[in-house]
Antibody, heavy 119, light 113 residues
């Protein structure tokens, strides 16, 4: 069974870049017809899809993030990453990495990591 | 973007009662070519990631108790819990995967009275 684990700084300063990594175990990120995705939760009652990357390298991002986001894969490390530029307090959230099936279903999730944007 | 609206925002019921959560999408989630609704229901407990309960609007995931059921088509969907158990206390979300950007409902908090 595939497992995902987020890692990265818990605090980022305003205007800087948030960088997170998701390490995948129990399966290769370069095999199968899966998308590798990020979702964030600013508050208990809110979930926002950030974007996804296919094993071929194609990406889709949420337009709400106004071009500030990049998702990349590192097949040698079996990891994928999120970079969110020019952060503000509104980007404070729990960030989840997740695997998506070809149909668009989130079938595996990391536990989530809290990132706070603060001076 | 497809807007997902859940009702109610919160629900307080007694053990054994039936819970019903509604989800409405701003456009149809029914894909005509395969006659499938691209709607999923999640359950989230504090400190945990969302857990998929129901996919394709009505297909229960492996291991999910049969007291959970999903119904609906097009733009109107329902998650029902037939007999509320203490472990069902959680926030429930619907989410559409018909088109990007994928979007979630605002969540329904289910509590025991």
């Amino acid at each position: 069974q595939v497992q995902l684990q987020e890692s990265g700084p818990g605090v980022v300063k305003p205007s800087q870049t948030l960088s997170l990594t998701c390490t995948v175990s129990g399966g290769s990120i370069s095999s199968g017809s899966y998308f590798w995705s990020w979702v964030r939760q600013p508050a208990v009652d809110e979930l926002e899809w950030i974007g996804r990357m296919y094993t071929s390298g194609s990406t889709n991002y949420n337009p709400s993030l106004k071009g500030r986001v990049t998702i990349s894969l590192d097949t040698s490390e079996n990891q994928f990453s999120l970079r969110l530029r020019s952060v503000t307090a509104a980007d404070t959230a729990v960030y989840f990495c997740a695997r998506m099936t070809g149909s668009g279903l989130f079938d595996s999730w990391g536990q989530g990591t809290l990132v706070t944007v603060s001076p | 973007d497809i807007v997902m609206t859940q009702s109610p925002d919160s629900l307080s019921l007694s053990l054994g009662e039936r819970a019903t959560i509604n989800c409405k999408s701003s456009q149809s989630l029914l894909y005509r070519s395969n006659n499938r609704n691209y709607l999923v229901w999640f359950q989230q407990k504090p400190g945990q990631p969302p857990k998929m309960l129901i996919s394709w609007a009505s297909t229960r995931e492996l291991g999910v108790p049969d007291r959970f059921s999903g119904s609906g088509s097009g733009t109107d969907f329902t998650l029902a819990i037939s007999s509320l158990q203490a472990e069902d206390v959680a926030v429930y979300y619907c989410q559409q995967y018909y088109s990007v950007p994928y979007t979630f409902g605002q969540g329904t908090k289910l509590e025991i009275k």
